[in-house]
T-cell receptor, first 113, second 116 residues
Framework: SQKIEQNSEALNIQEGKTATLTCNYT??????LQWYRQDPGRGPVFLLL?????KEKRKERLKVTFDTTLKQSLFHITASQPADSATYLC????????????FGRGTQLTVWP | GAGVSQSPSNKVTEKGKDVELRCDPI?????LYWYRQRLGQGLEFLIY????????KSGLPSDRFSAERTGESVSTLTIQRTQQEDSAVYLC??????????????FGSGTQLSVL
């Protein structure tokens, strides 16, 4: 089965710095990889999707990279703000198992002023 | 409302009782998913529905768990003879079309189930 590992359960950085979160996976290579944000007591909220043939995707202060050789995705938040504090989840979608997303445990990001 | 709605938001039950959780997806979304999230854990896939196709039930942990969906609307997740290990947040999500293979999921706020 697919195994997904996200770097350290918690990441603390200072406001204005760039936060980098890692998502590593084993076994098959996913057709798609998604990143979600989850706040306490709420369901995850979609942020970005990147396909296996894409190396990088950007959206405002967010950037996602996808390295199928390393079986790794990096999620960057530039010019981080305290409001970015949340848990970030990566999710993989195998092309042949449409609709079924495998989620990692998430990394809890805290941005302090 | 415009989002995915789940009810109840909290449910406390006694071991051995049956519970029913409800999910109202976003109107027009053909795909619906149920996930379970234990404290400090990732999301565990349970089941998904796509239109009139047979649901993917491969994630259901035991035969005590079942789910139904009426057309492309409301879904209910039923847990029979609840056990303490069933305590978790049950999240429902919907998307436009799972057949595309790349649709983003819209989640509800979940039902916090506590089995005493």
């Amino acid at each position: 089965s697919q195994k997904i590992e996200q770097n350290s359960e918690a990441l603390n950085i200072q406001e204005g710095k760039t936060a980098t979160l890692t998502c590593n996976y084993t076994n098959y290579s996913p057709a798609y990889l998604q990143w979600y944000r989850q706040d306490p007591g709420r369901g995850p909220v979609f942020l970005l999707l990147i396909r296996e043939n894409e190396k990088e995707k950007r959206k405002e202060r967010l950037k996602v990279t996808f390295d199928t050789t390393l079986k790794q995705s990096l999620f960057h938040i530039t010019a981080s703000q305290p409001a970015d504090s949340a848990t970030y989840l990566c999710a993989l979608q195998k092309g042949s198992t449409l609709g079924r997303l495998y989620f990692g445990r998430g990394t809890q990001l805290t941005v302090w002023p | 409302g415009a989002g995915v709605s789940q009810s109840p938001s909290n449910k406390v039950t006694e071991k051995g009782k049956d519970v029913e959780l409800r999910c109202d997806p976003i109107s027009g979304h053909t795909a619906l998913y149920w996930y379970r999230q234990r404290l400090g854990q990732g999301l565990e896939f349970l089941i998904y529905f796509q239109g009139n196709s047979a649901p993917d039930k491969s994630g259901l942990p035991s035969d005590r768990f079942s789910a139904e969906r009426t057309g492309e609307s409301v879904s209910t997740l039923t847990i029979q003879r609840t056990q303490q290990e069933d305590s978790a947040v049950y999240l429902c999500a919907s998307s436009l079309a799972a057949a595309q293979g790349n649709e983003k999921l819209f989640f509800g706020s979940g039902t916090q189930l506590s089995v005493l």
